[in-house]
Structure formats: structure tokens, C-alpha cells
């Protein structure tokens, strides 16, 4: 087995996923014309940041913390978890609406 040594700096990996979130969410001051983009395109947006949620989980199992790293490596795994729920609860509340 080839093994190399990566550094993943957790904090700017959570610092995108917030951004995208508040942005997405619209809980932080933005333009105009893109809130009106992220309303009309909610769907699709939030189908690729699920997807990048997925590709974030994919390459995180690949990953093997040294010991003194676990605990924070868990927890940025923990925030991309809960980022993909985030994507997928929004698209199935968009489901949801599009029933009624």
C-alpha cells in the first residue's frame, strides 16, 4: 500500500461549507439580483452542493488521521455530514412544496 502525508486545513473546508450555507440560506448581506439567482435556483444549487457534500465524504475516507489529529478530523467529517443533510432536507423540503 502507497501511503502519502497531506495536510487538510479543516478550517477553511468549514469556513466554505458555512459561506455556502449562508449564502444559500440568504443569512448574510448579498446582492440583489442573487438572491433573486438563489431563490430561482435553489434546486439545482443545492443538488450540486450535495454532490460536493458527497465528493467531501468520499475523499475523507480516504484519509487516515495521525492520532494526535482524530479528534478534529471527526469533527470536520461530522460538518460535512451534516452539511449533505442540510442539502438534502432543503431538497426535500422543495419536494415537499412542490406537492402542495
Known amino acids: 500500500m502507497a501511503l ?3 495536510t487538510l486545513d479543516t478550517e477553511e473546508l ?3 461549507i458555512e459561506l455556502w450555507r449562508a449564502a444559500v440560506d440568504m443569512k448574510i448581506p448579498i446582492a ?3 438572491k433573486l439567482h438563489f431563490i430561482a435556483k435553489r434546486r ?3 443538488v450540486r452542493l450535495l454532490d460536493t457534500g458527497k465528493n467531501y465524504e468520499a475523499l475523507l475516507a480516504l484519509m487516515k488521521p495521525v492520532e494526535a489529529d482524530k479528534e478534529r478530523f471527526a469533527e470536520s467529517r461530522r460538518k460535512v455530514q451534516e452539511f449533505r443533510r442540510w442539502a438534502a432536507d432543503g431538497l426535500h423540503e422543495l ?3 412542490a406537492k402542495g
Open 44 to 46: 439545482e444549487i443545492l
Open 4 to 6: 502519502i502525508t497531506v
Open 32 to 34: 440583489d439580483h442573487l
Open 14 to 16: 468549514e469556513t466554505q
Open 95 to 97: 419536494n415537499e412544496l
